[in-house]
């Protein structure tokens, strides 16, 4: 076959003097035959995700769903708001079938964007709790966070600190951190609080843990526990998981650091701990329909469950399943039965509550 | 009537060469008009509450801090004004020190000194963080206990400011090096005696003389590094600097409103300006031909013992915190993880990630090239104005820029959709044209300045001689042009490889590139030795790219 871009009289014949001049020519070549690569990919069965999550774990359960069923899985990852917008601009012709992501928030506001359909299967219907999915099936959860406090045992005595609400008190003055607001768990947090207690108290309770911090939001979760495992601050705000990543840490300096941490899950004698889930809804110009609720069905399945509790140290959708030693070994919780739909709903007001509380 | 004719003539040979320029001048502006469009919007909600002062019932004087957009500002000013001062210092200063002097290592040193290139900003911020928290730690502490708690928050606002100025200008300041080096070595040695035979001193002579010649390549340098410390997102976030560009993240992904997003962006686009105005006074309008061919460029001086050590120990000391203790660290945490990992699926990335760099390189080149020789062969001042639109893209927020592609391939959707499921799904070719519309300016900028150094008789000699225009840039301009394009494709290759925010948000599916790896990991994982590989990966291709290139660039002048 010729390639009609390596013809391209794009250098005239006699300036090819100069050796760059091969080169460019290998290079058009090499591009046009990619192009036709390209083109003549074969239509199999596939299914295609738009992931906020990067975990490699997500990439090794998504092989083997190939291998199970056959079916491709393409990936693309981003944050998730520039994906909301990508498949926005795509509009019918978006090529993705499935929208994952780390937080609830998003999975309302694509919701509310009109880029999700309704699908779900008995088997679904069956794997996940009814609080952590959709009423009218839009998305379900896959896996399930707590957002905690992480204290540091030789300085706070457990049951020292109990709730969120602690974190406001006057003995807690310089001794808190959090990272930074514009962090989506803590916006969905905020969110909680607000759906709780009104939007007035909610930036009371976030004014309140600003003046109370040791210093000026900056890193990570991970950094959080670092700081407060080194002196900086007595507590911190952190999700469950990271505690995971710090003793599964390939770095023995974080087992360290975890072993002078430890979880208080707040509000046991109230409401319970703030949760927030991963999950998916599947997209409303899906091609593949029937894959992506079959890869949601995989993922919600009992297998993928253990899979991630072991390696990304989430709780599987129903916690008492949960496979992994870590995760047994810090207890039962109580969760706050706050419906997920309802977090969304208060995302923007959380930004705004934090913005005009100065938590930077 | 045969003088109309001829006019006629020429303006239908220009024709194609126009309107290129005018086609990628339309596409770089098209962000441009999108803000412009945007801020004509009636303000959203959020716009207000970021204008507003913050109140602070622990303030002793009853004060409110001030508003988000007012830390935006600051944030983004100190971190311009820190960076432009260290990289002057550092850039200049080592510049100066390899070109006034012939000693032993010289090529060396002045390889070591451009590879902090080779370091994505954003990893350089997390393996300072890494090396630096430890000490961070116990200084915040003891000032706690020797002061207050209060001084300790302050402590620890100056601490990342600070670490947040040497970061940028630690990745940045090889753009000033660099041009300030080129500059140095092209200056007459004629101009450099003259001086000294009139009795200055070697100081004196480097502020007389050297550096006022140098100043238009400076000043460029200092450009580049100012728009790109603007830009910078990842290492902010890292730090925890607030800055416009942190700012146009929030509104757009916390709040949710693209307006307030894009007025923020406005402003920023106003700060930029006005650099690049100041670029424009401080080039001036003066122009510095040399008189004499290059056989008279200046070599240097054979220093003493004394100061030889001297001039290692400084270049040494610098390239020791820029580059080699940032990637010892690197290869440490690596080396934490490299166990128990596969390195096969990091191969083919390297593979694939600087394929997408080569295709990209290539586009841009073109794309340069187009540019510079229009302005060239039809020296107007609209064709001047659309160059230098087109070079715009670089001063755009990336997240601007991706915003409005989205819109563009949106419609684009509508009206053509075979061909933008072809750019944007199919192929990488929808990023590539967005890499494109950023880095042209990076690849522009070397050149321009090779065609400037194209003595004009020789275009008129090969336009005498019957050949058209076109066969005057190959035959001509293109072999004279080689070591420019080198120069070019260096810095663009590693810029690409580098690149974040377009990667994600435009890419097709299924286009893992090695930044997007390392962004995956440090950033959403927060798993630094597994992230550390891939970044450790990168850095190893862009420094063997770089490598490649300057040894035959350097084959090429022998």
């Known amino acids: 076959m010729t390639n009609p871009l390596a013809q391209m009289p ?141 204290y540091a045992k030789d300085r706070v005595k457990a049951g020292e600190i109990t709730s969120y609400e602690d974190l406001t008190k006057p003995e807690w003055k310089g001794r808190v951190i959090a990272r930074s607001s514009s962090n989506i768990y803590n916006q969905s947090l905020m969110a909680s609080f607000i759906a709780k207690h009104g939007e007035q108290k909610a930036y009371l309770w976030a004014r309140g843990v600003r003046m109370n911090m040791a210093r000026e939001p900056e890193g990570s979760d991970r950094d959080q526990m670092r700081a407060v495992a080194a002196g900086i601050a007595d507590a911190c705000i952190v999700n469950t998981y990271y505690m995971g990543l710090l003793v599964n840490s390939a770095d023995e300096k974080d087992h360290a650091i975890a072993e002078k941490l430890a979880i208080c899950f707040p509000n046991q004698d109230g409401v319970g701990t703030h949760i927030n889930i991963s999950g998916g809804g599947v997209c409303k110009y899906a091609p593949n329909k029937e894959n992506a609720v079959k890869l949601l069905e995989f993922l919600t399945a009992a297998n993928a469950q253990s899979v991630f509790s072991e390696t990304t140290s989430e709780y599987p959708l129903v916690r008492e399943n949960a496979t992994s030693e870590l995760l047994k070994s810090w207890g039962p919780f109580k969760a706050d039965p706050l419906k997920l739909e309802v977090i969304g709903k208060h995302r923007k007001a959380a930004a705004k509550a934090f913005l005009k509380a100065g938590w930077k | 009537m045969r003088h109309f004719t001829h006019k006629t003539f020429n303006k239908l040979r220009s024709l194609p060469w126009v309107l290129s320029v005018l086609v990628i001048a339309i596409l770089a502006a098209s962000p441009l008009f999108f803000i412009y ?10 716009w207000g509450f970021l204008a507003e002062e913050i109140e602070n019932p622990d303030s002793p004087t009853g004060e409110n801090d001030p508003s988000p957009l007012q830390n935006y500002v600051t944030g983004s000013l100190l971190m311009l004004a820190g960076v432009t001062v260290l990289t002057l210092i550092i850039g200049v200063g080592c510049a100066w020190l390899v070109s006034a002097f012939r000693f032993r290592g010289r090529a060396l040193l002045s390889v070591l000194l451009c590879l902090p290139m080779a370091i994505p900003t954003y990893v350089m911020a997390v393996m300072y963080n890494e090396l630096l928290m430890t000490s961070k730690y116990s200084l915040f502490i003891w000032v706690r206990e020797n002061y207050s708690p ?115 962006s406005a402003i920023m686009m106003v700060l930029i300006f006005i650099i690049l105005l100041f670029e424009r006074l401080l080039r001036g309008r003066r122009k510095y031909h040399t008189h004499r061919s290059s056989a008279s460029d200046f070599h240097g001086l054979a220093p003493r013992k004394l100061t030889t050590a001297f001039i290692w120990t400084v270049c040494l000391g610098v390239s020791f915190v820029t580059f080699i203790l940032p990637v010892a660290k690197l290869v440490q945490q690596a080396a934490l993880a490299l166990p128990d990992r596969d390195l096969q699926p990091y191969l083919d990335l390297v593979l694939s990630s600087s394929w997408l760099a080569v295709r990209a390189c290539f586009v841009i080149i073109i794309a340069a090239i ?189």
């Open chain 1, 10 to 150: 794009l250098i005239p014949h006699k300036s090819r003097t100069h050796p760059i001049f091969p080169l460019m020519r290998t290079i058009l070549n090499k591009a046009s035959a990619f192009l036709l690569l390209c083109f003549t990919a074969n239509a199999a069965e596939e299914v295609t995700i738009y992931s906020y999550r990067h975990y490699e774990a997500d990439q090794k359960l998504y092989e083997q769903f190939t291998a199970e069923t056959g079916i491709k899985v393409n990936t693309l990852k981003a944050k998730a708001d520039a994906l909301i917008a990508r498949i926005k601009a795509e509009g019918d012709k978006c090529p993705a079938d499935l929208f994952i992501t780390a937080d609830v928030g998003s999975l309302i506001k694509a919701q509310d964007d009109g880029i999700l359909q309704p699908a779900t299967s008995e088997l679904i219907k069956k794997q996940v709790p009814e609080s952590l999915r959709d009423s009218e099936d839009f998305w379900t959860a896959f896996t399930v966070r707590a957002r905690v406090i992480v």
């Open chain 2, 37 to 46: 469009k945007e801020v004509q919007q009636p303000t959203q909600e959020m």
């Open chain 2, 150 to 264: 209060a001084a300790a928050a302050d402590f620890s606002i100056y601490w990342k400011f600070t670490l947040a100025i040497l970061v940028l200008s630690f990745s940045f300041y090889p753009y000033v090096f660099i041009a300030a080096r080129m500059a140095f070595k092209s200056q007459s040695a004629a101009y450099l005696e003259s001086s000294r035979v009139l009795g200055h001193g070697l100081g004196s002579t480097f502020l007389k003389i050297s550096l006022p010649l140098a100043r238009p390549g400076i000043i460029a340098g200092l450009t580049l590094t100012l728009l790109e410390t603007m830009n910078e997102f990842g290492a902010m976030k890292i730090l925890g600097i607030e800055t416009l560009t942190t700012g146009i993240f929030s509104a757009w992904l916390d709040f949710d409103e693209l307006n307030s997003a894009v007025r923020i």
């Open chain 2, 370 to 558: 187009l540019l510079a020789y229009t302005v060239r062969i039809i020296p107007k001042w609209w064709i001047h104005l659309s160059a230098k639109i087109s070079l715009l893209g670089y001063a755009i927020p990336g997240a601007i820029l991706g915003v409005v592609l989205l819109s563009v391939k949106g419609s684009l959707h509508h009206s053509a959709d075979d061909l933008a499921q072809w750019i944007f799904h199919s192929t990488v070719t929808g990023l590539i044209i967005a890499y494109a519309i950023r880095f042209l300016a990076v690849g522009y900028n070397p050149i321009e300045a090779g065609f400037k150094k194209i003595n004009p008789h020789l275009d008129e000699a090969s336009g005498s001689l019957g050949k058209s225009r076109l066969t005057t840039l190959f035959r001509i301009h293109l072999p004279l042009l080689r070591h420019s394009f080198l120069a070019a494709i260096v810095v663009l290759f590693v810029d690409v490889m580098k690149e974040l925010p377009l990667t994600l948000i435009l890419g097709p599916s299924n286009n893992d590139t090695l930044a997007t790896k390392t962004y995956g990991l440090f950033a959403a994982e927060e798993r630094i030795p597994e992230g550390s590989i891939p970044a450790l990966i990168l850095v190893v291709t862009s420094l063997l790219g770089l490598l490649i290139i300057s040894t035959l660039l350097n084959k090429k002048r022998s």
